[in-house]
Structures are given as C-alpha cells and as structure tokens.
C-alpha cells in the first residue's frame, strides 16, 4: 500500500504528457475541435491512470473502441 501512495505522489508531482493531444483525438475521431476533445482527453487519462491503457498505441485503440 506504501509503494502505491508514493507512486501517486509521484505522478502528482511529475505528470506525464497525456498520452494522445487534441490533435491527435481529432484525427483519429474525425472530429472538429471543441469542448468532447477535452473530455475525451480526460477519458483517456483516466483510463490510463486506472491501468487499462499505457502507450498512445493502446489510447487510439481505446478511444476507438469507445467512441464508436
């Protein structure tokens, strides 16, 4: 449990990138730009925080999956 709590308290303190940008879920969605980009983004990351997810490979095909 200890390791989790530091683990947290790492990616508090050094965020990775997200894993997919804006621009990025324009393109693989086919969509204009706009305030779903956002929330989808947010999607992605939790469901990367959740560990089901890990590489912008695995995040297009999520956001595919998903969103279709």
């Known amino acids: ?3 989790l709590l530091q683990e ?3 990616r508090q303190l ?4 997200p ?3 804006g621009a990025d879920v324009q393109r ?3 969509i204009r730009p706009g305030p779903l980009v956002g929330r989808l ?3 992605v990351e939790e469901e990367r925080a959740d560990g089901g997810i890990r590489t912008p490979e695995e ?7 998903t969103s279709g």
């Open 1 to 3: 449990a200890e390791e």
């Open 41 to 43: 983004i947010t999607a």
């Open 59 to 65: 995040a297009e095909a999520w956001l595919l999956m």
């Open 28 to 30: 693989i969605l086919n």
């Open 14 to 17: 050094h965020p990775a990138p």
């Open 8 to 10: 947290a308290l790492l």
């Open 19 to 21: 894993l997919l940008s």
